[in-house]
C-alpha cells in the first residue's frame, strides 16, 4: 500500500505519506504560479493599453515604479498564503476520506475554519492584483499625457483666439492645451475605470456613435460593452483624472528641446468586494462620489519628454507673378 499515494494503509488505519518527489513537484507549481501572478499582470496591461512599439518608452520605467513593486510583493505573498492555505484544505478533505465516520464532524469543523480564510486571501489576490496592473495604466497614462503634452503645446492656436506657440494657458478651464492633454491622460486609464450602474454616462454620445459606424463599416454587430460601459468608464477616468504640467523654465513661453514633465494623478476604483475596503484603509484610499461603500486608490505617475517646439505649420509662400 505504499506505493499507492494519498491512500490509506488498511492494515494499520493510518494514511500513507506522499512521496518525496510529488510534495516538491507540487511546491514547485505553487512557487510557479506565485512567480506568474506578476507576469500576467503586465500581460493584461499591455493588453488593455493596446501594447505596441511605444512600451519600450514607458514600461521600463513602469514595472521600476514604487507602486508596482510594492503591489507586485503583495500579489505574490498573498498568491503564497492562498497556495498554503489551498493545501491545508486538500489535506483535510484527504483525511476526512479516511476518517471513520464518527470522526468527521472534526474534519467539517477544520473545513469550516479554513474556507473563509482562503476566500478572503482570494479576494485579496484579486484586489491587489488589479492594483498591480492599475499601477502600470497611470504610468502608461503619464506617458500618454507628456507625448500630447509635447506636440501640443508648440501648438500655435493663436490664429483661432486661443494659445500661442508654446505658450500654456495656466488655467487648466481655459486651455484648449491642457484640455488635450487631460483627455489623452484619461483616455489611457479608461480600460481600467469604473463602469457601475451608479456611475453616471459621459455627455460624448459621438464616443459611442463612432464606434458603432466603425463596427458597421466593417460589417461587425456592435458589442454590448459600448453601449453599457463605454460612456460610464470615460465619464469616471474624466472626472477622477488630474494632470499637473510644470512651467517653462524661463518666462511664459516653453523653449525648443525643453524638457516637459506631466505628472498624473488619478483615483484608482477599487471593485473587489470586502477587500477595497482593506487596501483603502491601509493606503492612501478615498471614498467615491458614485455610490454608497464605494472606494478608491489615488494613483500618481510623472513623465518626462522633450518638447518639439516647432510650429506645425508651413508658411505660405508668395510669388511674384510671371511678367
Known amino acids: 500500500m505504499a506505493g499507492n499515494v494519498g491512500q490509506s494503509d488498511r492494515s494499520t488505519g ?34 488593455a493599453t493596446g501594447g505596441g512599439s511605444s512600451a519600450g518608452q514607458w514600461l521600463p520605467h513602469a514595472l521600476g515604479s514604487r507602486g508596482f513593486i510594492k503591489y507586485a510583493l503583495i500579489t505574490m505573498a498573498l498568491g503564497a498564503a492562498l497556495c498554503v492555505a489551498c493545501h491545508m484544505l486538500w489535506r483535510i478533505g484527504a483525511r476526512a476520506r479516511v476518517r471513520r465516520r464518527s470522526e468527521e464532524g ?118 454590448g460593452w459600448v453601449k453599457a460601459n463605454l460612456e460610464r468608464k470615460w465619464r469616471y477616468a474624466i472626472d477622477h483624472t488630474f494632470v499637473d504640467l510644470s512651467p517653462p523654465l524661463s518666462g511664459d513661453l516653453y523653449g525648443e528641446a525643453e524638457d516637459v514633465q506631466v505628472s498624473v494623478r488619478h483615483t484608482f476604483y477599487l471593485s473587489v468586494p470586502v477587500a477595497r475596503t482593506v487596501f483603502a484603509a491601509l493606503d492612501d484610499g478615498v471614498e467615491l462620489d458614485i455610490g454608497i461603500g464605494e472606494y478608491g486608490l489615488i494613483m500618481r505617475a510623472t513623465c518626462s519628454l522633450t518638447n ?4 506645425d505649420y508651413v508658411d505660405e509662400e508668395t510669388f511674384p507673378q510671371d511678367q
Open 14 to 47: 493510518q494514511k500513507t505519506a506522499p512521496p518525496v518527489s510529488t510534495r516538491w513537484g507540487w511546491l514547485l507549481i505553487a512557487v510557479c504560479f506565485v512567480l506568474l501572478i506578476p507576469v500576467f499582470g503586465v500581460a493584461a496591461c499591455l493588453w
Open 106 to 223: 472534526g474534519a467539517i469543523v477544520e473545513f469550516a475554519l479554513v474556507l473563509p480564510f482562503a476566500m478572503s486571501l482570494l479576494l485579496l489576490l484579486a484586489q491587489s492584483s488589479f492594483l498591480m496592473v492599475g499601477h502600470l495604466c497611470v504610468q502608461y497614462s503619464a506617458y500618454c499625457a507628456a507625448r500630447t503634452a509635447i506636440v501640443a503645446i508648440p501648438d500655435d492656436l493663436a490664429r483661432f483666439g486661443g494659445e500661442a506657440q508654446n505658450y500654456v494657458n495656466p488655467n487648466p478651464d481655459s486651455s484648449a492645451k491642457q484640455r488635450r492633454i487631460l483627455r489623452s491622460a484619461a483616455w489611457a486609464v479608461m480600460p481600467v475605470s469604473c463602469s457601475t450602474g451608479d456611475q453616471q454616462k459621459s455627455d460624448l454620445p459621438e464616443l459611442v456613435g463612432g464606434l458603432e459606424e466603425f463596427f458597421t463599416a466593417y460589417g461587425k454587430e456592435t458589442p
Open 308 to 311: 518639439e517646439g516647432v510650429q
